[in-house]
C-alpha cells in the first residue's frame, strides 16, 4: 500500500515552543502520564524566538495498522539524542526501536529511558510524546521518492549508510502529539524541552554526597558495624542503600522488614538519621502475592506475573496506588526511610509482562512498559510530598518527561567507557545517569571508576554483590578517599548547579556539544576504513567527543580509564586552566594531558569561579552549621557564579525561599580579578557565614 502523508502544521504551545495535536486529548501519552505542567515563567525568560527560519515539515500518514510520522531535514544536518544511549551521541543515519529495557551492548533504542526527542545542529528539537514503541528511520533508509544519487561501491566515495532528507517515525496508535523547541544552540533547545517538561529535579543537598549500597543479605548490625569503619577510617558516606535482603521476601517483594535481619527497623533508621546517615531502599515493583499488601492488590495488577512471580500494580489506577502507596508510608516513610532505588521497571523481555498483558485501567502491557518507570517515580515522589520531605533514589527504567522526578538511572552493564557516554548522553535527553562502581579486577581501574562516580549525579558504590569496599585495593585507597572528600567539598558548587537545572533548565552534568562554542569534531563525513571482518560496509565511525563532559558551567572532567597516564582532551574555546594548581592549559583545543599524579583531571574556563565547602565527612552533618566558604577563582579575566541555597530538604525553595547570590570578581588594574561579592551578602544564603577567596591562575 503506498503512502499518503498528509502535511500538518505547527502551532505555538508556549515560548519558543510549537506543536501539532494529533491523539485523543485523554490518551496516556508520556507527558501527560508524568503530569508536570511546563514552566512557563522560565520559558518566557529564555525568550520569545519565532518558528526557526530551519524548522522541519511534517506529513503525517497511515499505512496499514501503521501510523507514520515524517520530519523532515537537510542532507548534511546532524542529530542527536533519542534517549539514553552508550556507544554513541549522534543518531543521524541510524534506525531505532523505542523500547523500554535493559541496555544489552548496542544501541538499537531498547535502553532504560528511550525517549523519543532529538536534537538537530539547525537549532531546534522535536520530541514525540507518545506512550507507544516508536520505529525510528533517521536516515538509514530513504522513501523511494528522496532516495540519493546511485553510486557504485567501486567508485572512491560510495558510502553504504547515506544521510537522508527526513526522520521517520511510525507506531501502531494515533495516540500522540509532536513538538517543535527553537534554541540559539543546542543547550538552549534542551533548556526549553526540560522546562516544557517542568524543569529538572533539585535533589536534597544530602542526595549529593556519597552513597553506599550494601551486600544483599546484610543485616542491621552489620551495616552499624560498616558505618564504624567508614568512621573509623575517614570516608566520608551520606546515604546508605539496603539491597533485596531487607524485605521480608524479594523478587516478588513483600516491602515489609525482614526482622531477622532488621529487628527494630525504626530504631535502626533514627541511629542512622542521628549520624546524618539516610536509608534507601531497594525495591522491584512485583508484589508478592502472599503478603498482606498483595492480598489487597488482587483487581488491581496486570493480567501477567514477572519472571520470578509477582502481581504488578497498575498505577494507573488510583485504588492501586492508595494500597500500595499504604505499605511505603507507613513501613518506610514515617520511619525516616529517605528513597527508594526502583529496580527492574525496565526488562527484559523474560521478566517483566508481555505487550497483551491486560491491566485494570485499560493500558496494555506495551503501554506499562514504555511507561512504568515514569508511573513508579511520580507515585514514590508523590509520597515524599505528602510528608514535605525531598527524595533522591535510583530508577532502573524511565521516560520522556521525567525530568522533574528526582531519580537517576543506573544498570548491570559495567562498561566503563560506555557509563562515560551515558552520562553525555543522559543531558540530551532530560534524564540523569549515574556510573556507579561495583568491583574491579585491578587497583587503577577501581580508582578511576571511583573518580568518575564521584564526577556525576549520584557517588556511589554499589556493593550488593562483591561486597568490594572503598578501601579494598589498599594501594588506590588514600586517592578514593580524596576524590570522595573533594565530591562533598564541592556541594554548593553542584547544588547551583542542579539548582539552574531546576529553575532554567540547563542539564548538571552535560555532553560537550552542548557547550557554547565548542567546536570538536562532532560527526564523520564519507566513508570508513574497509576491513572484511570488522567493517565489511566501511562505514564511517563517527568522530565524537563522548569520554569528557562539562559539571555545570566552569568545570571540564576528562576521566582517565584503566591502564592509561594520559589522554586527549578537546577544549572549548578560551583560555584554561587545571582545577587543581592553577596551571594554564597550553596548546589547545585539542591537548595530549599527562597528569602529574592519580587525581582525574579536571580543568576550569577562564573566569571561573568555583565555591567549596571546608573538608566534611557528612553533608547533613555539615549542613547544620553555617559554613566558611572557599572560592576559588581561575584565570585572568573577571567571572561570575550564581550561587543558590534553600534549606536543602524540604519544598520550601518553590513558595519563595530560594536564595541567590551572585559570586563575581573584577578586573583590578594589576590585572588580576579581584573579589566583588562581600561576606555580607553570601550571609544572605543560610548555609554560609563567608568566605576566603583564592585566586589561580
Ligand atoms: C539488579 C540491580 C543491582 C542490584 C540487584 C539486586 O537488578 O541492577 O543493582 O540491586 O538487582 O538483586
Redo the contacts with the bound molecule.
Keep these: 500500500m503506498a503512502t499518503t502523508l498528509i502535511s500538518a502544521s505547527w502551532q505555538p504551545c508556549a515560548p519558543g515552543v510549537w506543536t501539532i495535536r494529533h491523539g485523543s486529548p485523554d490518551a496516556p501519552t508520556l507527558l501527560r502520564t508524568a503530569g508536570n505542567p511546563p514552566r512557563l515563567e522560565a520559558l518566557l525568560a529564555l525568550g520569545t524566538p519565532s518558528l526557526p527560519a530551519s524548522h522541519p515539515a511534517v506529513a503525517l500518514g497511515a499505512v496499514g495498522q501503521r501510523t507514520v510520522i515524517s520530519v523532515s531535514k537537510q542532507l548534511e544536518e546532524k542529530l542527536f539524542g533519542l534517549g539514553l544511549n552508550f556507544k554513541q551521541l549522534g543518531v543521524d543515519r541510524t534506525v531505532r526501536d523505542l523500547h523500554v529495557d535493559h541496555y544489552s551492548g548496542q544501541d538499537n533504542g531498547r535502553t532504560h529511558a528511550p525517549v523519543p526527542f532529538y536534537l538537530s545542529d539547525a537549532g531546534y528539537g522535536v520530541f514525540v510524546d507518545c506512550a507507544r514503541y516508536l520505529n525510528v528511520n533517521a536516515g538509514g533508509a530513504h522513501p523511494i521518492t528522496r532516495q540519493p544519487p546511485e553510486c557504485d561501491r567501486l567508485t572512491p566515495g560510495w558510502e553504504a549508510v547515506r544521510p537522508g532528507q527526513s526522520v521517520e517515525f511510525s507506531t501502531h496508535t494515533d495516540d500522540f502529539d509532536l513538538y517543535l523547541f527553537a534554541g540559539q544552540n543546542l543547550l538552549e533547545v534542551v533548556q526549553r524541552f526540560n522546562l516544557f517538561c517542568g524543569g529538572g529535579c533539585l535533589p536534597p543537598k544530602w542526595g549529593l554526597g556519597f552513597w553506599y ?1 550494601v551486600p ?1 543479605a546484610f543485616t542491621a548490625d552489620d551495616a552499624r558495624a560498616l558505618v564504624a569503619q567508614f568512621a573509623a577510617r575517614g570516608y566520608p558516606l551520606d546515604v546508605l542503600g539496603l ?2 535482603g531487607w524485605h521480608s521476601q ?2 516478588p517483594c513483600t516491602y515489609e522488614w525482614n526482622t531477622a535481619r532488621f529487628p527494630e527497623p525504626a530504631d535502626f533508621v533514627a541511629e542512622m538519621r542521628a549520624k546524618g546517615i539516610q536509608i534507601n531502599l ?1 525495591e ?1 515493583g512485583c508484589v508478592s502475592p502472599s503478603s498482606a499488601t498483595g492480598r489487597q492488590l488482587v483487581g488491581h495488577c496486570g493480567s501477567y506475573a514477572a519472571g520470578w512471580g509477582g502481581l504488578i500494580p497498575d498505577l494507573a489506577q488510583p485504588e492501586a496506588g492508595r494500597i500500595w502507596g499504604e505499605v511505603h508510608e507507613k513501613q518506610h516513610i514515617a520511619i525516616g526511610v529517605s528513597g527508594y ?1 526502583l ?2 521497571c525496565d526488562g527484559f523481555d523474560q521478566w517483566v509482562w508481555p505487550d497483551h498483558a491486560e491491566f485494570p485501567s485499560g493500558l496494555d502491557g506495551e503501554q506499562v512498559r514504555q511507561l512504568y518507570g515514569l508511573q513508579f517515580q511520580k507515585f514514590t515522589d508523590t509520597l515524599f510530598r505528602k510528608h514535605g520531605r525531598r527524595t533522591y533514589g535510583l530508577v ?1 527504567g524511565s521516560n520522556g518527561g521525567a525530568q522533574p522526578y528526582p531519580y537517576v538511572i ?3 552493564h559495567y562498561d566503563h567507557r560506555d557509563f562515560v557516554t551515558a552520562l553525555c548522553s543522559s543531558s540530551l535527553c532530560g534524564v540523569l545517569w549515574t556510573p ?1 562502581a ?1 568491583a574491579s579486577d585491578r587497583a587503577d581501574d577501581w580508582l578511576r571508576r571511583m573518580q568518575t562516580t564521584c564526577f556525576s549525579p549520584l557517588a556511589m558504590l ?1 556493593a ?2 562483591s561486597d568490594t569496599q572503598l578501601w579494598s585495593f589498599p594501594e588506590v585507597a588514600l586517592d578514593v578517599q580524596e576524590v570522595i572528600r573533594l565530591r562533598l567539598r564541592l556541594l554548593p558548587y553542584l547544588y547551583s548547579a542542579f539548582a539552574r537545572y531546576h529553575f532554567e533548565g540547563i542539564p548538571p552534568f552535560r555532553a560537550m556539544l552542548l557547550e557554547p562554542g565548542f567546536v570538536g569534531p562532532r560527526t564523520a563525513a564519507g566513508p570508513g576504513v574497509l576491513d572484511d571482518t570488522k567493517n565489511p560496509y566501511s562505514v564511517a565511525a563517527r568522530q565524537e567527543v563522548k569520554d569528557q563532559y562539562m559539571m555545570g558551567d566552569a568545570i571540564l572532567v576528562a576521566p582517565l580509564f584503566a591502564g592509561e597516564t594520559s589522554r586527549k582532551v578537546v577544549f572549548p574555546e578560551g583560555a584554561w586552566y587545571d582545577f587543581y594548581t592553577g596551571q594554564p592549559i597550553a596548546g589547545g583545543p585539542v591537548v595530549t594531558w599527562t597528569p602529574a599524579d592519580k587525581r582525574i583531571p579536571l580543568f576550569v574556563r577562564n573566569g571561573g569561579i568555583i565555591p567549596m565547602l571546608p573538608e566534611i565527612d557528612n553533608v547533613t552533618n555539615a549542613c547544620a552549621q553555617r559554613q566558611t566558604l572557599e572560592i576559588r577563582h581561575y584565570g585572568d579575566a573577571a567571572g561570575a557564579f550564581r550561587l543558590y541555597d534553600d534549606d536543602g530538604e524540604t519544598f520550601a525553595y518553590e513558595t519563595g525561599a530560594a536564595r541567590w547570590v551572585e559570586l563575581k570578581t573584577v578586573k583590578t588594574a594589576a590585572g588580576i580579578p579581584a573579589p566583588a561579592t562581600t561576606d555580607a551578602e553570601i550571609q544572605n544564603l543560610p548555609a554560609y557565614a563567608g568566605a576566603k577567596w583564592i585566586h589561580l591562575g
Excluded: F, H, L
Design positions: 549500597r544483599i539491597e533485596p524479594s523478587y531497594w522491584n532505588k529496580d527492574e532502573r543506573y544498570n548491570d556507579e561495583r554499589n550488593w554483590a
